[in-house]
């Protein structure tokens, strides 16, 4: 049987993100951080959106390609240094995610539509950009946000739910508010919404 382009550029990106040096376990089970994320990404993008065309897709599971390979402490530990590592991070994984897909045998303009929601451009206005930002913050609350409260204070974890709830649109916000939550933090979100 003869593979698929789309099939080619994803064992292309689940094999790069394979290589991330740091792990996650899940339900017992020890991954490559960046594989298992981008798994749980294409996930819910599949979720959020049964007929998701086939660049949302692709964006989906080569969203963070690499990501490791660019250390937040390489920058500076404040804000100006987070958003730059933030913007270089996405034109990185662009460019990554861009070459995979050349060797998967995808066209430049095809190519140029994954990169565009791969950065964001146009979030709000772009339905397909928005669904990404969607299904980025429904990780971040399903596997990530539990170990997050612990690590955090009271006021941090209200700044960022609350910053997490203004990048989703409807559809994101009422699948989170389905999610099942340690008791801490399903308070630290009743208290962020209610503000």
Not at 19 to 47: H, M
Not at 58 to 71: D, K, N, T, V
Not at 125 to 131: G, H, K, N, R
Request: with cysteine; net charge negative; proline share 3%.
């Amino acid at each position: 049987m003869i593979k698929d382009r789309l099939e080619i550029a994803f064992e292309l990106f689940d094999s790069y993100n394979k290589q991330d040096p740091n792990k996650v376990t899940w339900d017992g089970e020890v991954f490559a951080a960046e594989y298992f994320y981008a798994i749980k990404l294409y996930e819910w993008i599949v979720k959020l959106e049964p007929e998701a065309s086939e660049a949302l897709k692709l964006a989906s599971r080569s969203q963070h390609i690499g990501r490791w390979e660019i250390p937040r402490d390489a920058y500076p530990m404040n804000k100006a240094g987070y958003l730059n590592w933030r913007s270089n991070l996405g034109k990185y994984h662009a460019q990554k995610a861009g070459e995979l897909m050349e060797q998967a045998g995808y066209f430049t303009e095809e190519i140029e539509r994954v990169r565009t929601i791969i950065t964001k451009q146009q979030l709000k206005a772009d339905p397909e950009v928005q669904t990404i930002e969607n299904a980025l913050c429904l990780v971040f609350l399903e596997y990530q946000f539990a170990d997050f409260v612990l690590k955090h204070d009271e006021d941090k974890l209200i700044r960022i739910i609350q910053k997490t709830w203004n990048k989703m649109s409807d559809p994101g916000r009422q699948a989170a508010l389905q999610l099942q939550y340690s008791e801490l933090g399903l308070q630290m979100i009743q208290k962020a919404l209610s503000v």
